[in-house]
């Protein structure tokens, strides 16, 4: 297994070398990068903290799902499962925030907040796990969640409190363990900041305007971590759709 480890650490960093040293200089100003989403959207968000805590330049295009935009032949061509975002560098063209947050932190490495954990192929993997328990164990109830009662209040849809009770009684059990977790390390995968800690981001914020804020609030030292990471530059600039969303429109 430790041999197997070590070479996917040897693979990654060869990989890496292969990437352009143009995209890894610290004076990038423009890459021309295009992210097809909607500001209020949990998925788009992640992909602009990340290109936020980075300080790389994009353009913004938004796709409108009330009118089912996303559903065209125009966009199906960016993303044929339909869904947003879509993440445009050159030729290539990717859907999926988590596997886009990960491209431009292993793309832009070396520039801005280091996001990603390598130091051993154990850290890796550590980080690694966290990012799944986000996608697989925190993810699905907190998107329910954030849906009944951020999103479907916007659509003029009521809530459907049944659902609402089920999930926050599976999250709560997801937080129990994050309590013991936050009480051993300053953020989940290690004591820095990182795509584990990032990806939760959209999702967090949403719930801490509905009465779900609660299961934060109930424990201490996630609480601690909420605050830490929602109170982070990059993401407050993610939210401020104004100027960080519109303001970066193609006029």
């Known amino acids: 297994m430790r041999y197997t480890c070590h070479l996917l ?42 290109l936020l805590e980075k300080g790389l330049s994009y353009e913004s295009i938004t796709v409108d799902l ?16 339909g869904q947003i975002p879509v993440f445009v560098d050159g030729n290539i063209k990717l859907h999926e925030s988590r596997a886009i947050t990960q491209y431009i932190a292993y793309v832009h490495s070396t520039r801005g907040t280091q996001l990603l954990y390598l130091q051993s192929h154990e850290t890796m993997a550590i980080l690694t796990v966290w990012m799944e328990i986000e996608a697989h164990q925190f993810d699905p109830f907190a998107s329910k969640l954030t849906w009944e009662q951020a999103i479907k209040p916007i659509y003029g849809l009521e809530t459907d409190q049944v659902v609402v009770k089920e999930n926050e009684a599976n999250l709560e ?8 977790r936050l009480g051993k390390y300053r953020f989940l995968a290690c004591n820095t900041f990182t795509l584990a800690d990032l990806h939760h981001l959209p999702n967090i914020q949403y719930l801490l305007g509905t009465p779900t804020k609660r299961l934060f609030e109930d424990r201490p030292k996630v609480l601690k971590w909420v605050g830490e990471i929602t109170g982070r530059e990059a993401w407050k600039m993610a939210c401020d759709h104004e100027k960080y969303w519109f303001g970066k429109q193609t006029k």
């Open 9 to 50: 650490m040897d693979w990654t960093k060869k990989v890496y070398r292969l990437v352009p040293n143009w995209k890894r200089e610290s004076e990038v100003k423009n890459l021309g990068y295009k992210v097809h989403g909607n500001p209020f959207s949990t998925s788009t968000r992640r992909v602009l903290a990340v």
């Open 173 to 180: 059990k997801v937080l129990d363990i994050y309590e013991k």
């Open 66 to 81: 009330k009118s089912g935009e996303h559903k065209t032949e125009s966009f199906l061509s960016l993303n044929p499962f």
